[in-house]
């Protein structure tokens, strides 16, 4: 990282270790959507997302990056960003492994009924973002906005032409961030069922094209 941010806060790659800090972040930032597919069990909760992320870093083909807290190991914020194919069937038997353990098979079928929006269909050319979460206590202090900003150089370093990411369409803060930067609306899926069960009716897919900011950096 350069410039301000960089010395008001620590931005940097996620490490093992950072995985159950990152899963506490994402259950926290996302309550509202979780809660209704995991229950109201936080443990189990805290057990499947930490298994799932560290399912995405092994399987997934997702790097993350942290901002770091004042205190040591403190991860207060963080993103994932898919760079890589993903290994579809150890992550869709690993996450099913870990929904059934910690929720039983009906709650666990529920649970993924549910986590399948939005779909998305990966594509070589685009690094995909996911789980943009600042803990509410560091909000509005640039953060998210810089961890966007280090997953976008990655999918550049990656050579990807572009940047996608989906967002639920009553995410105002969200939305007003990845318009600023530049996404656009490529479509958007609507679900009754999440509608009905999440409060999320519109699930907006954005995107962004790389390629203006790489001749913008390019001298003369
Ligand atoms: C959305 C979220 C990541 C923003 O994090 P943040 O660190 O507070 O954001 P930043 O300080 O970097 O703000 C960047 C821009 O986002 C927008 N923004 C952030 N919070 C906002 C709010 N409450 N209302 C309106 N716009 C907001 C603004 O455009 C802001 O730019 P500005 O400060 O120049 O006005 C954070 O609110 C969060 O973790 N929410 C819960 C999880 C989530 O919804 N993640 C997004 C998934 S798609």
């Given amino acids: 990282m350069t410039g301000m941010e960089a010395e008001r806060f620590t931005l940097r790659d996620a490490r093992p270790e950072d995985d159950p800090a990152i899963a506490a972040l994402v259950i926290d930032g996302f309550l509202d959507k979780f809660r209704?597919?995991?229950?109201?069990?936080?443990?189990e909760s805290v057990r499947i997302m930490e298994r799932w992320v560290s399912l995405e870093h092994f399987s997934g083909?997702?790097?993350?990056?942290?901002?770091?807290?004042?205190?040591?190991?403190?991860?207060?914020?963080?993103?994932?960003?898919?760079?890589?194919?993903?290994?579809?069937e150890v992550m869709a038997r690993g996450?099913?492994?870990?929904?059934?353990?910690?929720?039983?098979?009906?709650?666990a079928m529920w649970a993924t009924t549910l986590l399948s929006y939005p779909r998305y269909s990966a594509r070589s050319s685009e690094a995909y973002v996911e789980r943009l979460v600042v803990a509410p206590g560091f909000r509005?202090?640039?953060?998210?906005?810089?961890?966007?900003a280090a997953a976008e150089d990655l999918a550049r370093q990656k050579e990807k032409r572009t940047v996608?990411?989906?967002v639920s369409g009553n995410n105002i803060p969200a939305l007003k961030l990845y318009e600023d930067e530049g996404y656009?609306?490529?479509?958007?899926?609507?679900?009754?069922l999440t509608a009905r069960f999440l409060k999320i009716r519109d699930w907006i897919y954005l995107r962004k094209d790389l390629s203006p900011s790489v001749r913008k950096e390019a001298p003369l």
């Fill in 164 to 166: 996608g990411l989906h």
């Fill in 95 to 107: 996450l099913w492994r870990a929904l059934s353990r910690n929720l039983g098979f009906l709650r």
């Fill in 140 to 148: 509005n202090q640039g953060m998210a906005r810089s961890l966007l």
């Fill in 184 to 192: 656009v609306e490529v479509s958007r899926q609507r679900s009754l």
């Fill in 36 to 43: 209704p597919v995991f229950g109201r069990g936080m443990e």
């Fill in 61 to 88: 083909g997702v790097q993350s990056f942290v901002v770091e807290g004042c205190e040591a190991g403190e991860v207060v914020a963080s993103v994932g960003v898919r760079v890589s194919p993903a290994d579809d």
